[in-house]
C-alpha cells in the first residue's frame, strides 16, 4: 500500500492517507485514498489543460500579426 500525508477536512488536520488495495488495476497509483486515522476517502485527480490556438497567437510578435 501506498503511504502520503493529506490534509483531512474530517480530522481537520493533515493524516497519513493509504492507497487500498485497487480493483482497477491502478496498483500503488490508485487516485483512491483513505484516511488512517477516520476512515474519510478522497479522490486526488490531475487535470491537464491544452494550449489553444488563442493563446498561441497572443504570443506571436505585433509584426508577424498584421500580415
Given at each position: 500500500m501506498?503511504?502520503?500525508?493529506l490534509?483531512?477536512?474530517?480530522?481537520?488536520?493533515?493524516?497519513?492517507?493509504?492507497a487500498p488495495?485497487?480493483v482497477?488495476g491502478?496498483?500503488?497509483?490508485?487516485?483512491?485514498?483513505?484516511?488512517?486515522d477516520?476512515?474519510?476517502a478522497?479522490?486526488?485527480?490531475?487535470?491537464?489543460?491544452?494550449?489553444?490556438?488563442?493563446?498561441?497567437?497572443r504570443?506571436?510578435p505585433?509584426?508577424?500579426?498584421a500580415a
Amino acid at each position: 500500500m501506498s503511504h502520503r500525508e493529506l490534509y483531512c477536512d474530517v480530522c481537520e488536520g493533515v493524516a497519513l492517507f493509504e492507497a487500498p488495495p485497487c480493483v482497477d488495476g491502478h496498483g500503488t497509483d490508485c487516485p483512491e485514498l483513505i484516511c488512517t486515522d477516520c476512515g474519510a476517502a478522497v479522490v486526488v485527480s490531475v487535470f491537464a489543460f491544452p494550449v489553444t490556438r488563442l493563446a498561441d497567437r497572443r504570443r506571436q510578435p505585433a509584426h508577424r500579426r498584421a500580415a
